[in-house]
């Protein structure tokens, strides 16, 4: 019974080790979890002059992600979301989506979720 209840804490502990270690990458802003977070696992981002002067992307999480990614395929009427971004220059949210023709579109949407605008 000694030996059952030590492994359990022992998992235990671990468990929460490894809880602490994905929290830590995730604010930290470690590109691989944002990627995977945004479902681009194994892709990398690559910025133009522009993107030089804006700081790194941030990718948008939770309800807001989800809501914003509706909002953008609504919008759109087909597709899948390939990225994401909070803070974008033309508006709160940007949500990238590519079509099944393998067109990509960002879709802007302001604080509210509301469609600002969109460009191929």
Known sequence: MMKTKKRWMITAVLAVLLLGAVA????????????????DA???ETHDAD???????????????EQASAAALNYIGEGRVTETEVGDEEGYYEVEITKENGRQVDVHLDENFNI???ED
Do not use: K, M, R, Y
């Not at 830590?24 to 479902?39: D, H, I, K």
């Not at 993107?51 to 992600?65: C, K, M, S």
């Open 51 to 65: 993107d030089a002067n804006e700081g790194p992307d941030v990718p948008i999480t939770g309800a807001a992600l």
């Open 42 to 44: 194994g892709e990398v």
């Open 24 to 39: 830590v990458g995730v604010f930290n802003g470690s590109p691989a979890l944002a990627q995977s977070a945004n479902g």
């Open 116 to 118: 600002l605008g969109h």
